[in-house]
């Protein structure tokens, strides 16, 4: 008999900051298709914890957060064991990698990102420097792992391409080093806006309570926002332009049932507003519902999630630990 090399998956990568509770959005936008991810590809998942102290943190908050989302992480899918799952400043390699990135980043580069940008005025009295470079930390991150795709929303688009820069232009002065990453647009992800202001992207950071579902609301708030959720006058449940309220709900009624839109036309046709925003509040509540349990247990016992973190932060060690030598042997450092 032959032996038949069953194929190498493609590595993927992508990191989120624990800040704040992920939102419906966040979800429905990026988690849920992490989970999808871990059976076709490679995946490394990281929280980058290091990059939410660009912005003033509580260091109290800051670490039950860590805890959260690593929970959250699992509970919502994504197995310690089938990915790379890890807390970014739990492994070295990723600030000493930037460091050296960063030799090989210009200052134009970085003062033309809009995240940058908008960030600087938005906290004028702290522009320090780790704002500035957080690019090429997010760029070491990538580039250790060697991903060929980096699942990112929009905003993260213009970070990407600065990585495959920073990359090309790593490989063209020391030789072929690392894989250039493509950003990874996904099909299904969908777009969840705002209930409040549906022209608006939905924000964990909304001052609006009623604005974002948190993946931690429970069924009576999520029901209460949904039926407050602001649409419009025509009462007639139907997909149509300019209609960005009612088609938001329908996206995202869509996006936990499975069902298109004509089928949730059809479903709702003769039926009121009313209606369809209970039966989005009970579809969202159900698939939320079973990851609450699971975070919940996970957050009952912090040593076994201390004990995940690390085992995670092994794994990662080691493998980024192989691609930092091979970046400081190729720049001339000593290595003993
Ligand atoms: N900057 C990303 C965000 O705020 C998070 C991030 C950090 C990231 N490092 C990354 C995303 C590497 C993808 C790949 O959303």
Redesign the pocket.
């Known amino acids: 008999m032959t032996d038949i090399a069953l194929p190498k998956k493609d590595r993927v ?5 624990p800040t704040g509770t992920p939102t419906l959005g966040n979800y429905l936008g990026a988690l849920r298709n992490w989970v999808a991810m871990q059976d076709e590809f490679d995946c490394a998942f ?1 929280l ?1 914890d290091l ?1 939410a102290v660009t912005v003033r943190q509580e260091p109290a908050k800051l670490r039950a957060q860590i805890y959260e989302m690593f929970a959250l992480l699992m509970a919502v899918g994504l197995s310690p064991e089938r990915n790379l799952l890890f807390v ?1 400043s739990q492994v070295p390699a990723h600030t000493q990698l930037s460091w050296l990135l960063s030799c090989c980043t210009q200052f134009g580069e970085l003062s033309r990102m809009t995240q940058y940008k908008e960030k600087a005025a938005k906290h004028a009295d702290n522009i320090n420097l780790g704002l500035f470079s ?1 690019p090429t ?2 760029a070491a ?2 580039l250790l792992y060697q991903p060929k795709y ?4 929009e ?2 688009k213009q ?2 391409e600065l990585t495959r820069n920073i990359a090309q232009r790593f490989n063209s002065l020391y030789g072929e080093t690392f894989v250039l990453p493509e950003p990874y647009v996904m099909k299904t992800a969908a777009r969840v806006r705002s209930l409040q202001d549906p022209t608006k992207k939905m924000s964990k950071s909304d001052e609006n309570q009623n604005a974002f579902i948190s993946l931690k609301d429970d069924k009576d708030t999520i029901l209460r926002k949904f039926r407050r959720a602001v649409t419009d006058s025509q009462a007639h449940v139907a997909y149509r332009e300019g209609a960005d309220g009612i088609n938001n709900l329908m996206e995202i009624y869509k996006a936990v049932t499975g069902k298109e839109y004509d089928a949730i036309e059809r479903e709702f046709d003769g039926r009121g507003y009313g209606d369809f925003k209970t039966a989005v509040g009970e579809a969202v509540a159900a698939e939320l519902g079973p990851i609450q349990q699971r975070f919940a247990e996970y957050m009952k016992d912090k040593a076994q999630l201390e004990q995940l973190m690390k085992q995670g932060a092994e794994r990662a060690a080691a493998v980024s630990r192989r691609t930092l030598g091979k970046v400081m042997k190729k720049m001339g450092f000593v290595q003993v």
């Open positions: 990568l992508s990191c989120i900051q990281a980058a990059h970014q957080y930390l997010m991150d990538i980096v699942p990112v929303g905003d993260q970070h990407c």
